[in-house]
């Protein structure tokens, strides 16, 4: 009497938990995500992958490689994580526990700051010096991250002028 080898052990996720952060504004249609499977533990003819009913909407997974695709353009201030469950399934219809994994959208500073001050200098006298401050610029940078700001004068200012960027 021969006993045949049945596919009765499920695969196991051997991809983490943790996606590698994406910046926001990256792009849509990028691979976020690959998952990997051991289907070793059995007889095995390959496995497949899906993702479980509460993945993000906007996640969508490739069944042959595992490469999980985020459909839209990430961008922080609507979603700052992404969550879904990556399942693998053999041949032989076992399906592995799910893999819990999350993706982190980084924070930009994508809005340009404004400025604060003034639109008008104090009067000087003629003959007063050179090489005296006629003009403190000031911005608002608090509508987005800052590593802070640095001023400039705009092309075609006046040429004897000149500006502490601090």
Same mark, same amino acid.
Request: no cysteine; aromatic share 4%; glycine share 10%.
């Given at each position: 009497l021969a006993v045949n080898d049945l596919d009765e052990v499920a695969p196991s996720i051997t991809s983490g938990a943790t996606a590698s952060a994406i910046?926001? #504004?990256?792009?849509?249609?990028?691979?976020?995500?690959?998952?990997?499977? #051991? #289907?070793?533990?059995?007889?095995?003819?390959?496995v497949s992958f899906s993702l479980a009913q509460g993945s993000d909407a906007a996640l969508s997974i490739?069944?042959?490689?595992?490469?999980? &695709?985020?459909? %839209?353009?990430?961008?922080?201030?609507?979603?700052?994580?992404?969550?879904? &469950?990556?399942?693998?399934?053999?041949?032989a219809g076992n399906a592995s526990e799910g893999q819990a994994v999350t993706l982190a959208v980084n924070?930009?500073?994508?809005v340009a700051p404004?400025? %604060?001050?003034?639109?008008?200098?104090?009067?000087?006298?003629?003959?007063?010096?050179a090489g005296q401050v006629i003009y403190t610029a000031t911005a608002d940078d608090s509508a987005d991250i800052s590593g802070g700001v640095s001023f400039s004068?705009?092309?075609?200012?006046?040429?004897?002028?000149?500006?502490?960027? #601090?």
């Open positions: 910046d926001e #504004d990256s792009g849509a249609d990028q691979i976020i995500y690959t998952a990997t499977a #051991d #289907d070793s533990a059995d007889i095995s003819g390959g490739n069944a042959d490689t595992g490469a999980v &695709t985020l459909s %839209t353009d990430p961008d922080n201030e609507t979603q700052a994580a992404y969550g879904f &469950t990556v399942i693998a399934t053999d041949a924070d930009l500073d994508e404004s400025i %604060t001050s003034g639109a008008t200098a104090t009067a000087i006298d003629e003959n007063s010096g004068l705009a092309t075609g200012s006046d040429a004897a002028l000149s500006i502490d960027a #601090d």
